[in-house]
C-alpha cells in the first residue's frame, strides 16, 4: 500500500464509523476496529465469515436504510444502525458503512412518545395549553384545547374571536389578571365560563400560566393551562347548595340568611330583617303527627317563595322559624309586607290542620355599624312582643327595646369571654341507685363562673347561646371537658352525661367530632352518655335520630331528657334509637301526693322495661318520693335530696366522694336551693 493507502489505512482504523469490504458472495474480506465491534467479532477473524448472518437486514445490494438489530453476541444489546452500501471496483466488491444511531434514534422515539403521551393526558384530563406571542398579539392554541372550545385542530382562533365566547362577567377579570401578571412577571390563575363554538354549551375553565420575560424584563410570552372543571364545578354548586338549603323546604338555612345579612352590612347596605314563627306549631306534631307538620313546612314555604318572589332571601332557622332579609326595604315596607304574609297564612286551606294556622313576626331594620347577631336579636325581641301581645301580629322593633337587647349582647359577649377565658365550670349532678344509694354516674352541668355581676344561671345564658352559633362551640367544649377528665380518671366507674342543645343536633359534623375525640382519647364509648331533651329531639326528629344511631352504634349512652313534656313522648320513642330516658320531674313532683303522676310514671317505667331502656328519675326531692318511685319499679333517681351538684373538679379531687362511691355532700331539699 502507497503511503497514502497507510494514512487512509490508519484513518478508517481510528474511525468510530463501522466500514466493511464484501465480495460478490458477501463474505467479508475486511472490516475496521468500529465495524468489528458491532458485529461482536474479532478483526482478525472476519476473514470468510458472511456479512448477512452477522448483520440480519444488511442490504445485498447498493442501497441505503434503516434497521434495528439485536446480535446476540453485541454487549450493548439492541441497536438503531444506520447501514449504507455501495460498489467498490469492479470485482462485485461492496463497500458498507455502519454508523450507530441509537441515541439520536431513541431520543427521536422517547420524544414522539412523551407527545402522544402528553396530547392523551391532555385529552384525558380535559385539559390544554396556549402561547401567546404578546409582541404580534398572536395566540397559540393546542389541538385539544381546540376540541375543548369545540373548533376542529388547527382552527385559526385569536384573542377577539376567544374573548367573544368568554362570559361578559368574566372577561374584564381575566384581562386585568393577564396585565398584573405582565406588569409583574408573576404566576397567574383565574377560573372563567365561556360559551363553546357552538354557541349553546357553557363550560366552566381553570388556567394557570406564567409570562416569559426578556432580560430587561419586557414581557414576551405568556404560557397557560385551561383545565375543563364543569362538572367539578357542578358538584361543587349542588354540595354548596345542600350546605346552606333546608333540606325539608328547599329554602336557604340558617347558616346562608346569617352569611347574606353578613354581606349586606359588610357592604354598607341597608334593609329589614323579617322573622316569622308559626303559632302553636309544636300541637300540631303532637296532634297531628310531624309527616303532617312538615306539609305545613313545605306548604309555608311555597307561600313564602310565591308572595316574596324576587324581593329578598327567604330562609328557615329551624323548626317553624323562618327569616326574610329585605335590602334596601325600610321598617315601614317591611311592616307592610310582613302583614300580607301574616293574611296569606291565616288563609291557607289546610285539610289536614283542624285549627287555623297563624304566624307572628319581628321586623328589626338594618344598617352599617350593626352586627346579624344585633340584627337577629333585634328581630327575635319583636317577635316575641308579637306572641306576649296574643300572637298573629307583627310587630316592629323600636329603640325603646335598647335595654333588653344590650343585655342579651351583654350576655353573649360574657359568654365568648368566658369560653375564650376560662369562664366555664361544670358542676357533676349524681344519678343514684334508688336501692343502694351508690352513684352509678354523674350529669354533668354547666356553670358560668366569669365572676360577673349580675350572675347569669343556665336559665338565663343557654337560651341565649342557642340563638347563635356560639352554642356550637359550647357544646363542643363540654364534651371535650368532659372527656379529658375521663382520660386523667380511667376508672370504669366513673361515667358522665352531657346535655346537648337543639342547635348542635344540627351540626352534621358533631357526631365525627364526638367519635374522634374518643378515639383520640382511648376512653371507652360507655362511659360517655349524650342527653337530649324530648323538645329538642322532636324539633329535630331527623337529625337527632342520625346522631342517635351513629353514636349508639359506637357504643355511646343515649338518654332522651324530659321524657314525658310533650303529647307525643311515646310515639317518639319508636323512632329514636335511644339507650334510656328520664322521666320529666313534672311527675315526680308530686308522686307521693297525687295518685294521678304514679300512674303515668308506671306506664313510662312499663315501656322503657319492654323496649329495654334505662329509666331515671328527676326532681327526687323528698324521701317519700324514693319510697314511692321504687315502689314503682324505678330504680335510678337524681335530684337534691339522693345529692347536689358538685363542681366536677371537687368531685375529680375525691372530695365529693364516699366509699361507695356516692356523693358524700349533705343531701338537701327542694327548699333549700334552685334546683340545677
Known amino acids: 500500500m ?65 434497521a434495528l438489530l439485536t446480535p446476540s453476541a453485541y454487549r450493548k444489546g439492541h441497536r438503531w444502525l444506520e447501514v449504507t452500501c455501495q460498489p467498490l471496483g469492479s470485482e462485485d466488491e461492496l463497500l458498507y458503512r455502519v454508523v450507530d444511531v441509537t441515541a439520536w434514534r431513541d431520543r427521536e422515539l422517547e420524544a414522539t412518545h412523551e407527545a402522544d403521551a402528553l396530547r392523551r393526558a391532555q385529552v384525558l384530563g380535559r385539559m390544554g395549553t396556549w402561547e401567546w406571542h404578546i409582541a404580534e398579539d398572536r395566540v397559540v392554541w393546542s389541538d385539544t384545547l381546540l376540541e375543548m372550545f369545540g373548533f376542529p385542530p388547527d382552527t385559526k382562533l385569536d384573542f377577539d374571536g376567544y374573548a367573544e365566547l368568554v362570559h361578559p362577567d368574566d372577561l374584564s377579570m381575566i384581562q386585568a389578571t393577564l396585565e398584573e401578571a405582565m406588569r409583574t412577571g408573576a404566576g397567574f390563575s383565574y377560573t372563567h365560563r365561556m360559551m363553546l363554538a ?45 350546605a346552606e338549603q333546608d333540606p325539608l323546604t328547599g329554602l336557604a338555612n340558617r347558616r346562608a340568611v346569617t352569611r347574606e345579612l353578613e354581606r349586606q352590612l359588610a357592604s354598607g347596605g341597608q334593609g329589614s330583617l323579617l322573622l316569622l314563627d308559626l ?72 285539610v289536614a290542620v283542624s285549627a287555623r294556622v297563624t304566624v307572628s313576626t319581628g321586623v328589626a331594620e338594618y344598617g352599617a355599624g350593626d352586627t346579624w347577631e344585633l340584627v337577629l336579636a333585634n328581630a327575635d325581641l319583636a317577635l316575641y312582643a308579637s306572641k306576649a301581645a296574643g300572637r298573629n301580629r307583627v310587630t316592629v322593633y323600636e329603640p325603646g327595646h335598647y335595654a333588653d337587647t344590650a343585655k342579651r349582647v351583654s350576655v353573649m359577649d360574657r359568654l365568648r369571654a368566658a369560653l375564650e377565658n376560662g369562664g366555664f365550670a361544670l358542676h357533676a349532678m349524681p344519678m343514684v341507685q334508688l336501692a343502694s344509694g351508690k352513684t352509678l354516674g354523674h350529669e354533668l352541668l354547666l356553670r358560668l363562673e366569669d365572676h360577673q355581676d349580675p350572675p347569669l344561671g343556665p336559665a338565663e345564658f343557654l337560651a341565649e347561646a342557642e340563638r347563635s352559633n356560639l352554642v356550637l362551640d359550647i357544646d363542643r367544649w363540654v364534651l371535650s371537658t368532659a372527656i379529658d377528665a375521663l382520660v386523667r380518671h380511667p376508672s370504669v366507674d366513673l361515667k358522665f352525661n352531657v346535655n346537648i342543645s337543639g342547635r348542635t343536633l344540627e351540626d352534621e359534623d358533631f357526631g365525627g367530632f364526638v367519635l374522634d375525640r374518643l378515639s383520640t382519647a382511648g376512653v371507652a364509648p360507655g362511659r360517655l352518655g349524650l342527653e337530649i331533651t324530648e323538645t329538642a329531639a322532636v324539633t329535630n326528629l331527623d337529625a337527632a335520630r342520625a346522631l342517635a344511631l351513629q353514636l349508639r352504634g359506637f ?103 364516699g366509699p361507695n362511691g356516692a356523693l358524700s355532700s349533705p343531701r338537701v331539699g327542694a327548699e333549700d336551693g334552685a334546683r340545677s
Open 2 to 66: 502507497s503511503g497514502n493507502g497507510g494514512l487512509h489505512r490508519e484513518v478508517l482504523d481510528r474511525a468510530d464509523v463501522g466500514f466493511g469490504v464484501t465480495d460478490g458472495q458477501g463474505v467479508l474480506r475486511w472490516v475496521n476496529p468500529a465495524l468489528a465491534e458491532i458485529l461482536g467479532v474479532a478483526v482478525d477473524r472476519v476473514a470468510g465469515r458472511s456479512l448477512p448472518a452477522l448483520l440480519p437486514g444488511a442490504p445485498e445490494r447498493p442501497r441505503s436504510g434503516l
Open 198 to 242: 357552538d354557541r349553546r354549551t357553557e363550560r366552566w375553565f381553570e388556567c394557570f400560566g406564567e409570562i416569559i420575560t426578556a432580560e430587561d424584563g419586557t414581557p414576551l410570552r405568556a404560557l397557560g393551562t385551561a383545565h375543563d372543571i364543569t362538572n367539578a364545578r357542578r358538584v361543587h354548586d349542588e354540595l354548596l347548595a345542600l
Open 279 to 350: 303559632d302553636n306549631f309544636k300541637d300540631v306534631n303532637d296532634l297531628r303527627g310531624h309527616a303532617v307538620g312538615d306539609r305545613l313546612m313545605k306548604t309555608l314555604a311555597g307561600t313564602l317563595r310565591s308572595r316574596l318572589s324576587g324581593s329578598g332571601l327567604i330562609g328557615r332557622l329551624g323548626g317553624d322559624e323562618f327569616a326574610v332579609v329585605l335590602p334596601g326595604c325600610p321598617p315601614e315596607k317591611a311592616q307592610a309586607v310582613a302583614e300580607g304574609l301574616r293574611d296569606a297564612v291565616a288563609a291557607l286551606p289546610l
Open 555 to 657: 357504643g355511646c349512652r343515649i338518654t332522651l331528657d324530659d321524657f314525658g313534656s310533650g303529647f307525643g313522648s311515646f310515639v317518639h320513642l319508636k323512632h329514636l334509637p335511644i339507650t334510656g330516658i328520664k322521666i320529666d320531674g313534672e311527675f315526680v313532683r308530686g308522686i307521693d301526693e297525687r295518685s294521678t303522676d304514679a300512674v303515668l310514671v308506671s306506664g313510662i317505667v312499663e315501656i322503657a322495661r319492654g323496649l329495654g331502656l334505662s329509666a331515671v328519675a328527676e326532681w327526687v326531692e323528698r324521701p317519700a318520693q324514693v319510697e314511692t318511685l321504687t315502689r314503682l319499679g324505678v330504680r335510678v333517681g337524681q335530684g337534691f335530696h339522693l345529692g347536689r351538684a358538685i363542681p366536677l373538679t371537687q368531685l375529680l379531687s375525691g372530695d365529693g366522694v
